[in-house]
């Protein structure tokens, strides 16, 4: 893809996001912007972490920088997320995505006010040129900022699992981003987790249930394979060994198809 004039920033945004906090959100956000980049590796990609204050996008990848993936401090304070350059913010994972950490939100305000201002939104329109593919984990966050990013992006990934909670919630989850003015074609329901038996809730009725197809249904992940991946800070789509082993070769036919999808 040879893109002259770079498209509008929502062009080439996918945001990710779940009804329910554990359905995936985060692994398939990572894997998504590191399978990307493994397709296309001269395309600048930006991963965001949109989950706020409890962003966990830095724990699932090794990054070249200071900040400990276990620990604290955070990189940089509030004000500076708002005011530095954006050079100063980005770490970069091992595969070359560059990552763009949660706010810092100041816990006290947080909690004490609730209201949570749009600073990823005011960033990403000011700093997203340079980027070709931009994935946000929005995972449970909706507001001001995450709402405006997920209203425009050009695909809206909604991860569910087979439980009734995360079943039940990602229909109203449909609903409210339908009012949020996502048209259908740009979503797409990924099943995460998704167990070869029936599971609680069968795959075979979620759509009917949801009168839509499953994009992608991603397998359970061998609980040695994730741990092994989380320990090197590594995503599962660049773990050694065979690319037709599941759920790497879901996850990367995944990332092609929503590439696909950007270029149409
Ligand atoms: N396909 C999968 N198979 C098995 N475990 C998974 C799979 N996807 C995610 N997980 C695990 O589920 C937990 C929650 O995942 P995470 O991506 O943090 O969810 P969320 O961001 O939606 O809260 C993590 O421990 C992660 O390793
Ligand atoms: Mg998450």
Known sequence: MILKQPLPQHARTIAISSATGGAGCTTIAVNLACGMKKLNPDRNTLLVDGQYPFGTVQQFLELSSPVSRVGFPLPVDYAAYET??????????????????????????????????????????????????????????????TTAIVSQAYALVIVLNQTPASVNGTRLALEFFSAAGVTSERMHLVLNKATKGQGIVDLNTIPHLFKREITSLIPTADATLLDTALLRGQPIVEMPGDSEQSPQKELMALAADLYGRLRE
């Open 84 to 145: 530095a350059d954006l050079d100063r913010l980005l770490m970069t994972s091992t595969s070359g995505v560059k990552v763009l950490p949660a706010p810092p939100y100041p816990i006290a305000d947080y909690a004490t006010s609730l209201t949570k201002p749009d600073v990823i939104a005011r960033r990403l329109q000011r700093d997203a040129n340079p980027f070709d593919i931009i994935v946000v984990d929005v995972g449970t966050n909706l507001d001001r900022s």
